[in-house]
């Protein structure tokens, strides 16, 4: 007897892990505030740095989780 698969997921409804395995690791996040920061991924220990002129940056998907958490950022 063969196994029902179920149907594939939607662009925007992959998962991270999925995106990193089709070789999609980056993740344009924009920042919310005005005041400059400068933040270190917790997954990868990558630095990056937002301020109000330079609001968007590509970010790991593997750090993308722990800013989305912050509500400092949103995805672009």
């Known amino acids: 007897m063969a196994r029902e698969m179920p149907p594939p997921a939607k662009p925007d409804q992959t998962s991270e892990p999925a995106q990193a395995a089709a070789g999609n690791t980056l993740q344009r996040l924009r920042y919310l505030a005005q005041t400059p920061i400068r933040v270190q991924g917790l997954a990868t220990g990558r630095r990056y740095e937002f301020s109000e002129s330079k609001p968007v940056d590509d970010?790991?998907?593997?750090?993308v989780p722990a800013l989305l958490r912050t509500r400092y950022f949103q995805r672009a």
Do not use: N, Y
């Open 59 to 63: 970010v790991d998907i593997r750090d």
